[in-house]
T-cell receptor, first 113, second 110 residues
């Protein structure tokens, strides 16, 4: 089975712009979660989608949003980018929610200048 | 105080040594994950456990639910084990999200 894929892998944006990141889960997985990783804050939960519905959201401003499509692929969007949004954005997929193993993608490294 | 605490933060070992990384948490959980992250970012899930002990090759993970504590052991460590090891707990109930520890940077020297 192909692993979790994320596109693009690297992205440079300017403050104030918006960005959309994409995540394709492992075939058959219906849950996709997004995480932000920064040197200062470590790994933090952004949101979780299951069956096209957002099930949970972390403590991030409304500029961060996402969605999941019927094929389980997910996108996350960040509007009005700030310098502090520079981070590695990881998505992970699992077959179901709760006690299922998570499989991580390689991440998208976003740099905001 | 962080909900998930790991120790030590940094660890240097000689090849062949037995290594232990500890994780304590303060929230109710449905599962605990041990993750490995190599330079460059990729994260690999090593274990997911909710009770007892699991073993995979030279890696052993244990959890004590009553004491809210888990350990990751690496036997006969090797330089290729050098990575950041991250403990993450899945909070129970309605929140159901992963909460991460700050990670343990392990360097195994030949």
């Amino acid at each position: 089975k192909a692993g979790v894929t994320q596109t693009p892998r690297y992205l440079i944006k300017t403050r104030g712009q918006q960005v959309t990141l994409s995540c394709s889960p492992i075939s058959g997985h219906r849950s996709v979660s997004w995480y932000q990783q920064t040197p200062g804050q470590g790994l933090q939960f952004l949101f979780e989608y299951f069956s096209e519905t957002q099930r949970n959201k972390g403590n991030f401003p409304g500029r961060f949003s996402g969605r999941q499509f019927s094929n389980s692929r997910s996108e996350m969007n960040v509007s009005t980018l700030e310098l502090g949004d520079s981070a590695l954005y990881l998505c992970a997929s699992s077959f179901g929610r709760s006690s299922y193993e998570q499989y991580f993608g390689p991440g998208t490294r976003l740099t905001v200048t | 105080k962080n909900e998930v605490e790991q120790s030590p933060q940094n660890l240097t070992a000689q090849e062949g040594e037995f290594i232990t990384i500890n994780c304590s948490y303060s929230v109710g959980i449905s599962a605990l994950h041990w993750l490995q992250q190599h330079p460059g970012g990729g994260i690999v899930s090593l274990f997911m456990l909710s009770s007892g002990k699991k073993k995979h090759g030279r890696l052993i993970a244990t959890i004590n639910i009553q004491e809210k504590h888990s350990s990751l052991h690496i036997t006969a460590s090797h330089p290729r084990d050098s990575a950041v090891y991250i403990c993450a707990v899945r909070s129970g109930g309605a929140t159901n999200k992963l909460i991460f520890g700050t990670g343990t940077l392990l360097a195994v020297q030949p």
